[in-house]
């Protein structure tokens, strides 16, 4: 429930990326989960899954980004650093996030919260508004980050939208 939002791995629709895709699939499954070489930034850890082992640099919207302020990795952006790990702008989103889903449960571990929030806030800042049901896989290294900062026990990972 406090994962990432997510979409599809491919992010090119071109019939020659989704060939390359399925061909390294089907040749090596779980190759992005033998190690980090698919990662452009340096950043990205192995994730549990294959369509989590994606690196900023594979996303344009986030490509786009790193390319024009000069970094390696989205993850050093001061307006993610600004917005996404600093618990005092979380604590402020925390408060329209109670508004808007109802109060959290005593028991509810506030990491878990906060990366829900800190998930919600970089994607408003990427994309924006994606709507309900619209999903975006977030980059390894990113998803690293806030895990880093608001560590659990135990993680959901990304999960598909349920069909309506």
Known sequence: MFQPPAECVNQENSPQSREESESDTEDNPGHRQNGTIWCECGSCEVMPTEAECICCSEIPAIDHIRDSFGIECITQHQTFIDNCLNIRVLEVNLYDYIQSD???????????????????????????????????????????????????????????????
């Open 102 to 164: 109802g109060p959290i449960d005593d028991n509810e571990p506030i990491n878990e919260v906060y990366r829900y929030v800190a998930y919600r806030r970089f994607v408003l800042w990427v994309w924006q508004r994606l709507g309900k049901g619209n999903r975006k896989i977030l980059p390894a290294c990113v998803v690293s980050k806030i895990r880093d900062t608001f560590p659990s026990e135990e993680y959901t990972g990304f999960k598909y939208p349920r069909p309506i």
